[in-house]
C-alpha cells in the first residue's frame, strides 16, 4: 500500500469515500422504489460484489444462531423458503416463492412506510420491504429495516401459514382502526409480537420476531433482556425504541397462545 493510501486512511478520506458510496446506493435504490406503481414488475437491483459478501457474511452468521435460537415455525419456514446464502436475492424470485407457499407478494418500499399503509397492505397480501442493504459499518444490527431485516425476518415468517395469517388479521385491523390512539395500539402490539416477539418452547427461549431474527446482536442478547410474560394490555402501555437493541421483551407461552390473544385484540379493534 502505497504512502497516499496509508494517509488517506489515517485522515478517514477513504472511510469517507465508501460511506458516500454507500449513501449514494441507498438514495438510488429508495427511488427507485418509490417510482414503482402497482402492476409494474418488481425492481431488479444490480448489488456489489461487497454487498453479496456483507449478505453472505451477515445471513451466515444468523443462520447459525437460528439453530438454537429461532422458533420451530421459523425454521420450518426458511427449511421452505430458502434464502441463498452467497448473493442478495432480488425481491421478485423471493415473491414468487411467497406467493407460491402463502398467497403474499413482495412490493419495494423506500424506507419506512405510513403505519396505515404499511399495515393496511397485509389485508390484501401484500408486504412493502426495502431493497437497500446496511451499512457496512454495522452489519450485526440495523435500526432501519433494510432488506436483510425484510426478507431474513419478515419474508421467512410470512412462509409460515399461522404468521401470515396474523400479519392479514393486523392488516384488517388498522384499516379499521378510525383514531390515532386505536392505530397506535395496533402498532405496539406488532412491535412487541411480529418484530420482537419470543415465546417459550420446551423450557426454551425462542425468538420468532423479525427484528430478532434479522439482527446478531439481537440474537445473542434477548435472553439477557428484562422478560415480561405476554399480556395485551401491559404492551399497550409500554413505549419503545426501535433504534437500538430491545431492554425489554414479552414472551407467550406458546405460538397458540400468541396468536389467540392477539387475534382476539385485533378482531375488537374499532
Partial sequence: MN???LSAIATGVESTSADDDYEARTALRK???????KG??????????????????????LSALHRDLACSNYLRAAARIVLPTDRVPQLDEVSEVLTETCGFRLYPAEGVVAARKFYGEFEDNGFFATQYL????????????????????????????VFADLYRAFGR??????TKEALDAVCRVFWFTIETGVIREQGELRAYGAAILSSVAELESFRH????????????????????????????????RLSNDVRQFLDNVK
Fill in 31 to 37: 427511488r427507485i422504489a418509490a417510482e414503482w406503481q
Fill in 134 to 161: 446496511r451499512s457496512p459499518r454495522a452489519p450485526f444490527h440495523s435500526p432501519e429495516p433494510d432488506v436483510i431485516h425484510e426478507l431474513v425476518g419478515h419474508a421467512v415468517m410470512l412462509a409460515d401459514p
Fill in 40 to 61: 409494474d414488475p418488481l425492481p431488479r437491483i444490480s448489488y456489489t460484489p461487497d454487498e453479496h459478501a456483507l449478505w453472505e457474511t451477515v445471513t451466515s452468521k
Fill in 3 to 5: 504512502s497516499e493510501a
Fill in 173 to 178: 385491523a388498522a384499516r379499521r382502526a378510525r
Fill in 225 to 256: 433482556v428484562e422478560l415480561r410474560d405476554f399480556d395485551v394490555a401491559d404492551v399497550i402501555r409500554q413505549d419503545y425504541s426501535d433504534k437500538e437493541c430491545q431492554p425489554l421483551l414479552f414472551v407467550a407461552d406458546s405460538v397458540t
